[in-house]
C-alpha cells in the first residue's frame, strides 16, 4: 500500500496565523482526503483533495478556514487559517489507492 | 458528522481477557473496516469486511457484521498490554469517503 509522508508532525502556532501542512504519497493514488481529530475525539473527514480542482468540503467546513491543495496524484496540502485555540487538533491526511487507505501520521497542532 | 457510533466509550480489562467492541452505523455501505490508534497518532488498519461478508477473522481478531442491524463487531481475544489503544470503525459508500465511528478506548492492564 502506498506511504504517506505528512510534515509538520507538530508545531505551535499563534492565534490569527495560517499553517500549511503537507502531504506527499510515495505513489499515484485515486484520492485524498483531509481529517481533523479533536482532542480525546474521532476523526471528522474535512475535505476530499481533488486533483486539479476545487477540494469538496464536509457540512461545517469551508474553503476560507480549511484551503486545500492537490496538484498532481501525489501531493496535497491543507491550510488552517486565521487560526484560534479551538482549531487545536490533529490533523491528519489520508488516500486510497487499489490497494486501499492509508494515513499519514498526524500533525499536532496547538494554537495558543 | 459522525457515520457510526461505538460503544463501548471506555473499555478496561486485564491481560489474557477478550475484549468486545460494537460499531453502529447510519447508512448502506460497501465495506467496514477497524483501525486501531496509539496515543493520538497514526491509524494502523486492522481488518476489513465487506457488506456480503458476516464474519472475518485476522489471528486474535474476529469480526462480526449485521447488516440488517447496521452494526459490527471487534473481538480482540486473549488480550495483551499491547493492545492498549482506541479502535475505531470506519464505513464508506458509493463516495469513497471514509467516515469513522466515535471510537473505544481500550486499557489492558498486565
Known amino acids: 500500500s502506498a506511504v504517506i509522508s505528512q510534515k509538520p508532525s507538530r508545531d505551535i502556532c499563534q492565534r490569527g496565523t495560517s499553517l500549511t501542512i503537507q502531504c506527499q504519497v510515495d505513489?499515484?493514488?485515486?484520492?485524498m482526503f483531509w481529517y481533523r481529530q479533536q482532542p480525546g475525539q474521532s476523526l471528522t473527514l474535512i475535505a476530499t483533495a481533488n486533483q486539479g480542482s476545487e477540494a469538496t468540503y464536509e457540512s461545517g467546513f469551508v474553503i476560507d478556514k480549511f484551503p486545500i491543495s492537490r496538484p498532481n496524484l501525489t501531493f496535497s496540502t491543507l491550510t488552517v487559517s486565521n487560526m484560534s485555540p479551538e482549531d487545536s487538533s490533529i490533523y491528519l491526511c489520508?488516500?486510497?489507492?487499489?490497494?486501499?487507505?492509508?494515513f499519514g501520521s498526524g500533525t499536532r497542532l496547538t494554537v495558543v | 458528522s459522525q457515520q457510526g457510533e461505538e460503544d463501548p466509550q471506555a473499555l478496561s480489562i486485564q491481560e489474557g481477557e477478550n475484549a468486545t467492541m460494537n460499531c453502529s452505523y447510519k447508512t448502506s455501505i460497501n465495506n467496514l473496516q477497524w483501525y486501531r490508534q496509539n496515543s493520538g497518532r497514526g491509524l494502523v488498519h486492522l481488518i476489513l469486511i465487506r457488506s456480503n461478508e458476516r464474519e472475518k477473522h485476522s489471528g486474535r481478531l474476529r469480526v462480526t457484521l449485521d447488516t440488517s442491524k447496521k452494526s459490527s463487531s471487534l473481538l480482540i481475544t486473549a488480550s495483551r498490554a499491547a493492545d492498549t489503544a482506541s479502535y475505531f470503525c470506519?464505513?464508506?459508500?458509493?463516495?469513497?469517503?471514509?467516515?469513522f465511528g466515535t471510537g473505544t478506548r481500550l486499557q489492558v492492564f498486565p
Open positions: 489520508s488516500s486510497l489507492s487499489g490497494h486501499g487507505y492509508t
Open positions: 470506519a464505513t464508506d459508500f458509493n463516495t469513497d469517503k471514509l467516515i
Open positions: 505513489s499515484q493514488v485515486t484520492m
